[in-house]
């Protein structure tokens, strides 16, 4: 009997270490996940941690879309960065965020075994310009429809301290942003 309770230990930790496998042993945490939408438009979500709650949430997203226009109008192919914080629940978040110049909705889940970090769906509203060029006389409504997206990069976050540069010149809007955590699609 005796030996048989020694050996426990050692079962337990041999079977602990045959499950260790590298896809089993990656961890969701704070970083920066970057992957592509069904389009091909680039989409990243930047992780850290809410200051109100301590949960983590997303703190930051950029995302590229390709949009068809009313009336004609060409396709806007843009994309915006902005910074925000959804908290993350159950390893899933919700976010609408708009402002002047955008509308986007986005629901990811993140997974913590395999090559892809996290899937999701977005969509997009956005005004383009008609006639593109100097004396504009209209606007169009731009949409991009609900679609999958798939995060499978990850880089991890700047050492504490770190610096970081401004971003380049004309690439801040000072629009004010509105956000509505959880928002149904």
């Known amino acids: 009997m005796n ?12 079977l602990a270490a045959a499950g260790a496998t590298p896809a089993a042993a990656q961890q969701f945490g704070p970083g920066t996940y970057t992957g ?5 438009s680039g989409v990243q979500l ?20 390709n949009a068809t226009c ?20 159950n390893h899933r978040a919700m976010n609408t965020t708009y402002g002047s ?5 986005f629901s990811v889940a993140f997974t913590t ?3 892809t970090y996290a899937t999701g769906r977005v969509s997009a509203m956005s005004p383009s310009l008609e006639p593109v060029g100097p004396m504009p006389k209209k606007a169009a409504f731009c949409r991009s429809m609900s679609q ?8 991890a976050p700047p050492p504490a301290g770190a610096r970081v540069g401004p ?19």
């Open 148 to 155: 999958p997206f798939t995060l499978t990069g990850y880089t």
């Open 113 to 115: 075994s395999g090559a």
């Open 46 to 65: 930047t992780v850290g941690t809410d200051a109100s709650t301590g949960l983590p949430a997303i703190t930051g997203a950029g995302i590229g879309f």
């Open 101 to 105: 110049y955008f509308t986007i909705k």
């Open 70 to 89: 009313s009336g004609g109008a060409p396709n806007l192919d843009t994309g915006w960065g902005y910074g925000l914080t959804q908290d993350i629940v």
């Open 36 to 40: 592509v939408a069904t389009d091909g």
């Open 3 to 14: 030996r048989l309770f020694a050996a426990l230990p050692v079962a337990i930790a041999a």
């Open 167 to 185: 971003p380049a010149t004309g690439a801040v809007s000072l629009d004010k942003l509105h956000s509505l955590p959880n928002a149904q699609f």
